[in-house]
Each structure stands twice: as C-alpha cells, then as structure tokens.
C-alpha cells in the first residue's frame, strides 16, 4: 500500500498525484521519541518548490469544483474504507514516530475514518437559501436573492504532531468535499504519519494536485508559506505562539485556528468523586497529557479535595508507564525540549512550596504522571500548558473563587464542572470564558460534528464537521430582479 511514498527509507511528498524527491535533495532525518533511533528521512522543500506546489494545487482547484459532489462524496468513502484497511501499518507508525500509546493509535485511525464517512455525507447536505426582498422594509418580492456556497480555492492545512492522522484528516476531508485543493504541511515530527494519509486520500481517486504535501522545516519555509497569494484559506492547529505569529503575517486571509488550552475541572462538594477522579485522571493523562484539551488544573471545594486527591492517586496508580510497544499507557514525551520544559514546571512548583502527591520520576523524555496539591497562584504550572503528564489541584472555598481563577487565564478552550446540581451546572457554565463546558465529562473534542472552538488565546473560528464545511466555503449571492 504504501510502497510508493518511502523508497530506501527516505519519503516523497505528493505532488500532483506522484511521489517526488525534492530536487534539491536536502533531507530531515526523523528519530522515535521511544528510543531516539532513526525511523526515515522526509524531503525538506525548497521555496521555488513551494511555489511549485501551490501552482498546482490552484490549477487543479478550478476542475474540482466541478466535479458532483455525490462523486466527491464517493472518494471520501473510499478513503475511509483504505484506512479502515490499513488501520495496523498506520497505527504501528503513530507508536513509532509520535509514541502513542497503542489503544489510542489505533482509536485514532478508527475515528479518522469515522470522520472521512460523516464529512462526505454532511457535504451532500450543503444548501443554499432564497431571500424575499420584502422581509426589508421599502422593497417587494419583485428582489430575491439566490444564495448558493462555493469553495474558497486553495486551502493551507498545518496539522500538529499529536494527532498527525486526526488533526489532518479533520483539515483535508471538509476542504476537499467542499470543492477546494489542498496543500498539507505536517508537523516534522509526525510528518510521515501524515504523509501515509495523504497516500490513502490518493489511492482513494482523489485528481492529481487536488492533494499536495509539503514538508521542510517550518524555520526555513514556515513564513513563507502562510503568505502566498496562492493560499486562499489557513487552517492551523498547534501552540498559541505560532498562530499568533500566522495571524499577524498572513494578512487578510481567512483562517481557523486551533491553539492551546489550560482546561480547568471545577470540582463541586456534591460531586460523585470516584467517577470525578476517573475522568479527572483520564482527561489529564490520556496521549500523556499532549492535548489541548487535556485537563491542566484541577480547582476543587476545600472540603471535598482530600478524598477527590485520593481517589485520583488509585487512577494513577493503575496507568502503565512505559514505550507504547510494550503497552503502556503513558509513553515519552515527543521530544527532550517538551520533557525539560514539564520538568522546568515541576520543579518551579517544587521550589514554591506545591505538595507532590505522586510522580516527579524522569527517565529521558518518559515522564511519570505527576500529582500536585497546595498548588498557588504564583506557581507557573497553575498558568502555563505544560502539554504534558503533569496535573496542579488548586483548593478553593467557593464557586465564585474557582470561575474567577478560571476565567484570569489567558485561554479558553474547554473547562469542566463536575457537580450533581444541575443549576449549580448552568450559573457555572454561563460564566466559563470558553468555547466549550463540559458537565460531568472531561473535556475532549468529539464527537466531531459538534461545534469545537476556543476564545482568547485559545482560537479562532468554529470546527465541527458542518462548521469547517460552512468556513471553507463563501456564500455567493446573485440577485433576481423580476421586472
């Protein structure tokens, strides 16, 4: 299957239909996070050859958009049915080249390919609308206007290294139903993960350049990509900083961006605790907490937050630490960078007087799930993302101490509220500033058709399949005037 994208262990990129080398045969070697050993090299592109590749993938935008959309829709299905197939070799390389736990990477490819299937039908459900002009004072239905969506030309997609089959697949899939081309740019660290669904999408019927890849160090060609003429639409996802930085440069083009998060679980007194704990711990640890959406701080009512802590550390002491190989649950982080700056975090909190309750055991990149109580506010960990198997539990003594400190961080992604009193629920959640609350639940992103969005420094823009339809498509309006 995937024979075509890898020849002596060094990947192409896919360029109008074909795997290539670049032809300045410059290269990025990749190592595991799980051993630091080599795993392959990717094409590192030049600027001429970006250029290049965004020609083509305008030029073959234009026959695209004409093609049905049952026959779009029908592509999609085939690529959710090839990832289906090869569900094993793409999941052996998330473990491999992103160290994902096996579950988890093989949850990934299995979703992914749940969300190819429902983009492609939500596409065949994209309608128009007619106005009367006589809704307007002043005006008769003699004015209507037609209201039809097109797509918007070439969409950038740069996805992250912690989901690089999702995070991609949630870009193309809603581009390419709508009628765009698009240009995929991975995370280097993640890249060939990426760059074998970009094979499935191909394999799948998707016309030559509809679907390109460029990968390179984001350094070196990073700027110069977000601020082509060529590029009609940026959809981002990974730290605030950078989209900030895209924001900024990219000038008036439309973007989504997904950034980062520093979700909050406010733990009421009435709370079920054992089930609290177990989602509490799941939502902080899962993917090694290298989530936006993981659960960064906990902020619990003083009388309950002794038992609340005890039965997180039974959840922790059940989760397996180790190489993803070996079946483990929490696995290296994705580099010694990210590990130095969890470390960096727990040990601020060490020096600030935090009480650790578990963790704080390092093993190169591996960090074990880490526990914190008597976090302060002066602590960074109560602050920053560590993006990372590191919780803080911050004691308050009432609802309106826990939505303050909530509300004074500079994200707002998701936060929970874990209470049995359904009005308690409401009061909180309508003062949240963030996109999402979750009630009872740790905060995740899925299902993917609802809507997923940040405010702050969290995001911009709404996703959620029928959302990042509707955002990669203009409403054009031609109005009828009936003489």
Aim: proline share 5%; aromatic share 6%; hydrophobic share 40%.
């Amino acid at each position: 299957m995937f024979e075509n994208i890898m020849k002596e262990n060094v990947y192409k990129f896919l360029y109008d239909g074909q795997w290539i080398n670049s032809k300045n045969g410059n290269l990025i070697e990749i190592f595991s996070p799980c051993n630091n050993l080599p795993i392959g090299k990717i094409q590192a592109l030049s600027k001429d050859e970006v250029d290049t590749v965004l020609t083509n993938s305008r030029a073959a935008q234009k026959a695209w958009a004409e093609v049905p959309l049952y026959e779009r829709a029908k592509i999609l299905h085939e690529a959710a049915n090839i990832l289906e197939e090869n569900l094993e070799p793409i999941s052996n390389m998330l473990q491999l080249e992103v160290s994902k736990d096996k579950a988890s990477s093989e949850s990934e490819v299995k979703r992914t390919a749940e969300f190819i299937r429902y983009t492609a039908d939500a596409g065949k459900n994209l309608e128009g609308k007619t106005l009367v002009g006589d809704t307007f004072p002043g005006f008769n239905k003699n004015k209507i206007s037609l209201i039809t969506r097109h797509p918007v030309g070439v969409v950038l997609a740069i996805s992250p290294f912690n989901y690089p089959i999702n995070l991609a697949a949630s870009k193309i899939a809603p581009a390419l139903i709508a009628g765009n081309s698009v240009v995929l740019k991975p995370a280097t660290q993640g890249a060939i993960s990426s760059l074998m669904l970009c094979e499935v999408f191909n394999k799948a019927g998707v016309p030559k350049g509809v679907l390109n890849s460029i990968t390179g160090k984001s350094s070196e060609i990073g700027d110069y990509l977000v601020t082509r003429d060529a590029i009609d639409f940026i959809n981002f996802t990974g730290s605030t900083e950078v989209g900030k930085h895209i924001a900024l440069i990219a000038g008036m083009v439309p973007m989504i961006m997904e950034l980062g998060g520093k979700d909050a679980a406010i733990v009421l007194s009435d709370a079920n605790i054992e089930n609290t704990a177990k989602s509490i711990v799941s939502g902080a640890f899962s993917n090694s907490g290298q989530r936006c959406t993981a659960v960064k701080r906990v902020l619990v009512m003083n009388d309950v937050a002794d038992k609340l802590i005890e039965s997180m550390v039974k959840e922790i002491s059940t989760l397996k630490v180790g190489l993803p190989q070996e079946g483990a649950y929490i696995t290296p982080l994705i580099d010694d960078k990210a590990a130095d700056y969890v470390q960096d975090l727990i040990n601020d909190a060490l020096a600030k007087g935090a009480k650790l309750i578990t963790g704080n055991k390092r093993v190169g990149n591996l960090i074990y799930p880490t526990l914190f109580d008597n976090v302060s506010l002066d602590m960074r960990v109560a602050w920053e993302e560590p993006f990372g198997p590191v919780l803080p539990v911050i004691r308050v003594s009432s609802i309106d101490e826990a939505i303050d400190i909530a509300n004074k961080s500079k994200y707002g992604l998701q936060s929970s509220v874990f209470t049995n009193n359904i009005n308690h629920a409401f009061i909180i959640s309508e003062k949240l500033e963030v996109g999402t609350v979750q009630i009872n639940n740790k905060p995740e992103r899925s299902p993917d058709h609802f809507p997923f969005l940040g405010i702050k420094s969290s995001g911009l823009g709404t996703q959620g399949i029928k959302y990042s339809i509707e955002a990669m498509t203009r409403p054009k309006v031609t109005v009828l005037n009936i003489q």
